[in-house]
């Protein structure tokens, strides 16, 4: 891997392409009625999964770019399940009560601030509405600093399988200057608590680029986070823009490293997961090789949705809270990103949809080829147009950039097949904005 093409090209700007269209692109245009109409069409006997955002937390990272509310009492959780209940009612409504349910997560925020006894309480009611298959994967995001034993116990007796973990730097220096103490003793008991009550597949979150944060310091970061040996790593590269991000305006700019700084982070990381036993999984995974993310690489199952890679193979994901994305055959939707506007919509009795897009052909053709490239670092343009009957030449004629691309040896393109170089895995962004038809407008 070459420093000064990671330099170029990987600027924390462009989108990440969990979805496309991404959601700068959504508009008003589509609503709640369009939502609706979408959700009363969805198959009778097609699994769907649910996302559940739970936008609370005890304190603010001030690297967070989630939409999120700090609190220290209970109340406004409380006030926000009950909305949360009241949307679940109406998706079912409209969805058919009882649609199959094979994938659930929990985001956030921090969303075991539920409490034991709530989470029970909204994990029954859930199922009362919707069809759980015995197999279901539940996942939940974990902040060690407030997880407590008896939530490792909720999750556990409610089928809970899976725990992301929020790590991003074991260095006290980089915690400080990001306002996330967590101690590796801290860390370590979560992982005790959920293997313990059988939770037993771990993911943890690293983020390299943060302030003070050194070379050095993320290879010790994923040497002390491999010796807890998660199932799955996700690595993620800081962007700081604190115009659109007011918490990351907390952060002094002054401390933050460069770009070339940055590309040997990256890399450092990388190569110490990878010597440690972890596969690398598209852009910015690492799973260790019999994890459902590695097996679904090799057979060529590996998806990418908008929480990121996924084995998850469901067409329609429903989301449910403040700004949760959904995706259905259609298009997708986002709702009101406020609590206050989200709760407004939830108890006049309608959907709380403020934006979405309807998918054209040429979006459907786009997205395949992106998710493709993000997934596989490859992908057989010829052969997904030939799916959705539409000609190649409009997607390989037109791309100017995929030239430059070529010229620079990021990427191969030979009959329409374009294959990313494996040293150049984390600029595959720059290979997927070239196929981004609201790119140059945004």
Not at 235 to 249: D, E, L, M, T, W
Not at 290 to 312: C, H, I, P, V
Request: hydrophobic content about 40%; charged content about 20%.
């Amino acid at each position: 891997m070459h420093t000064s093409i990671l330099t170029k090209y990987r600027d924390p700007r462009p989108p990440w392409y969990t979805i496309y269209p991404t959601v700068p692109d959504f508009s008003a245009a589509v609503g709640a009625d369009d939502y609706e109409e979408w959700l009363r069409g969805l198959p009778a006997d097609e699994s769907v999964s649910l996302y559940f955002h739970i936008p609370f937390c005890r304190s603010m990272c001030w690297y967070c770019g989630f939409p999120t509310a700090v609190t220290r009492r209970n109340g406004p959780i409380l006030n926000y399940l009950a909305v949360l209940r009241q949307e679940i009612s109406l998706v079912s409504e409209q969805a058919r009560q009882g649609l199959p349910v094979s994938d659930v997560h929990f985001g956030g925020g921090t969303p075991h601030l539920i409490g034991p006894a709530e989470y029970l309480a909204l994990m029954e009611f859930l199922r009362r509405h919707f069809a759980f298959s015995k197999t279901a994967a539940i996942a939940v995001e974990i902040d060690p600093r407030t997880f407590t034993p008896e939530m490792a116990e909720a999750l556990a007796a409610t089928g809970v399988n899976r725990a992301s973990i929020g790590v991003q730097s074991f260095d006290p220096d980089v915690q400080k200057a990001i306002n996330r103490i967590q101690s590796k003793v801290q860390t370590a008991a979560a992982v005790e608590n959920l293997r313990r009550h059988g939770v037993g597949h771990i993911n943890f979150d690293l983020i390299f680029g943060l302030p003070k944060q050194t070379v050095q310091s993320c290879i010790q970061t994923a040497m002390a986070a491999v010796a807890m040996r998660p199932n799955r790593f996700a690595v993620f590269g800081y962007a700081h823009i604190p115009s659109v991000i007011k918490n990351q305006r907390l952060i002094e700019q002054a401390g933050l490293p460069d770009g070339d700084v940055r590309a040997e982070q990256a890399a450092a990381v990388a190569e110490t997961l990878v010597g440690a036993g972890y596969r690398e999984i598209g852009l910015d995974h690492f799973a260790l090789p019999d994890d459902e993310l590695a097996l679904a690489q090799k057979t060529g199952r590996l998806r990418r949705n908008s929480l990121g890679y996924s084995a998850d193979t469901c067409k329609t994901v429903i989301g449910f809270g403040a700004s949760a994305i959904g995706r259905v055959g259609e298009g997708y939707v986002q709702n009101e990103v406020t609590r206050d506007s989200y709760a407004r919509h939830i108890a006049s009795g309608r959907l709380a949809t403020s934006k979405g897009h309807r998918l054209t052909d040429d979006d459907r053709v786009r997205a395949a080829i992106i998710e493709r490239l993000m997934c596989d670092l490859e992908a057989d343009v010829p052969t997904i147009c030939a799916a959705h009957e539409i000609e190649p030449a409009r997607f390989l004629d037109s791309v100017e950039r995929l030239v430059t691309l070529a010229e620079e040896g990021i990427v191969d393109v030979e009959n329409g097949f374009i294959r990313v170089r494996p040293e150049h895995r984390f600029v595959v962004r720059a290979v997927a904005a070239a196929f981004d038809a609201f790119l140059a407008n945004r």
